[in-house]
């Protein structure tokens, strides 16, 4: 199983839909076996809380269940999960430096990674935009950039670990 962790600062709107694209694509696409997906915070404001009411109300719209709770990314998290994906520079600045404060070295180069690096849609360093201050429009923004974000995603890490779907054999 190879396991990825979607990271954010509040863990209320952004990776939380990380987490519910990635895996509703996965389920989609029948690698249930291959592929998961959870998030995290880098703070702790909204721990053991549900996400902010419009990323589960934009989900619904398209027939996503949110049922995550809110999460402070752990020391564990850094060797629990393959990959670490977040949603701006500054969460990359974070977690580049929790890893580095908890283990002595850089991340590996496969390890963490710019969610919009893998966006079709544009070239060279892009965020995802914070949409907590913003209306819900940007609620919907942000699950069209994660959506078309993860499917290119996932077909990368299907090639990276070699997953191949017993009727591709
Ligand atoms: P997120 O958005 O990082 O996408 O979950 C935020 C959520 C909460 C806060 C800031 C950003 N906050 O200040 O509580």
Redesign the pocket.
């Known amino acids: 199983m190879v396991k990825v962790l979607f990271v954010?600062?509040?863990?209320?709107?952004?990776?939380p839909a990380g987490e519910a694209t990635f895996n509703e694509i996965v389920k989609e696409r029948g690698l249930q076996e291959y592929l998961q997906a959870d998030s995290a915070?880098i703070m702790g404001?909204h721990v053991g809380k549900k996400p902010?009411p419009r990323t589960i109300k934009n989900a619904e719209k398209h027939g996503i269940t949110i049922t995550h709770l809110g999460k402070k990314l752990a020391k564990a998290d850094l060797d629990d999960f393959d990959h670490i994906v977040v949603?701006d520079e500054k969460n990359f600045e974070d977690v580049h430096k929790f890893y580095y404060d908890t283990k002595g070295v850089p991340p590996p180069a496969d390890k963490l990674f710019l969610i919009r690096d893998f966006d079709p849609t544009v070239r060279g360093v892009h965020e995802v935009i914070?949409p907590?201050y913003e209306g819900e429009e940007v609620f919907e923004e942000v699950f069209q950039i994660l959506w078309r974000s993860n499917e290119a995603l996932i077909n990368f890490l299907v090639e990276k670990h070699h997953i191949v779907l017993p009727e591709e054999e």
């Open positions: 954010c600062l509040g863990n209320i709107c952004r990776s915070g404001w902010d949603m914070d907590y």
